[in-house]
């Protein structure tokens, strides 16, 4: 159902084009006037299932309140990367956000996080080399607690579970 929903335009124009030249092909090899009824018929008919297709992409997100989201993309998303911030927004995402910082003993003990989720939960996963640990950061505005961690490469990405309307920023460095 999944790929029906997410793809099923896309397919059904891709069919729908196909059989158009398809059909111009014939006509030209025969002759104009030989395509038959039944072809024109046939061109409605894939019309109509284009509509349903478009109609079921459509509604049934609507109605089953779930995510149609093919792996690794993301439905009306922001990305800021500064040099003192990393900010994503989005409608809904069915992806992991990285972001891989250097930063220094006064960094670390700045490092603030601000999540926003009207649904789902929203994780940050920190790694530094062997250390690593994961936060539910779901409606969070707080400084994290970096004591594990040292000065240098540190890599934090931010996951979701049927997150919708997030708004996240990482902070970690005072802007002059």
């Not at 250097?102 to 939960?121: F, I, M, P, Q, T």
């Amino acid at each position: 159902m999944k790929i029906i929903v997410t793809f099923g335009p896309v397919i059904g124009g891709v069919i729908l084009a196909a059989y158009v030249v398809v059909l111009r092909i014939y006509a030209y090899v025969k002759e104009k006037d030989t395509v038959a009824e039944k072809y024109k018929r046939i061109y409605k008919l894939m019309i109509i299932a284009e509509a349903v297709l478009c109609g079921i992409t459509f509604f049934v997100p609507r109605v089953t309140g779930e995510s149609y989201l093919p792996d690794g993309t993301t439905q009306g998303g922001v990305i800021v990367n500064t040099k003192s911030a990393f900010q994503i927004a989005y409608k809904e995402s069915n992806r992991g956000y990285s972001d891989t910082l250097e930063l220094d003993e006064e960094d670390l003990a700045r490092v603030h996080v601000r999540c926003s989720s009207d649904e789902g939960k929203v994780f940050l996963q920190i790694r530094q080399e062997q250390t690593q640990k994961e936060i539910d950061i779901t409606n969070t505005d707080s400084l994290l607690d970096m004591t594990d961690f040292l000065p240098g490469r540190i890599t934090f990405t931010m996951v979701n579970e049927n997150g919708r309307n997030v708004d996240f920023e990482l902070e970690w460095r005072e802007t002059t």
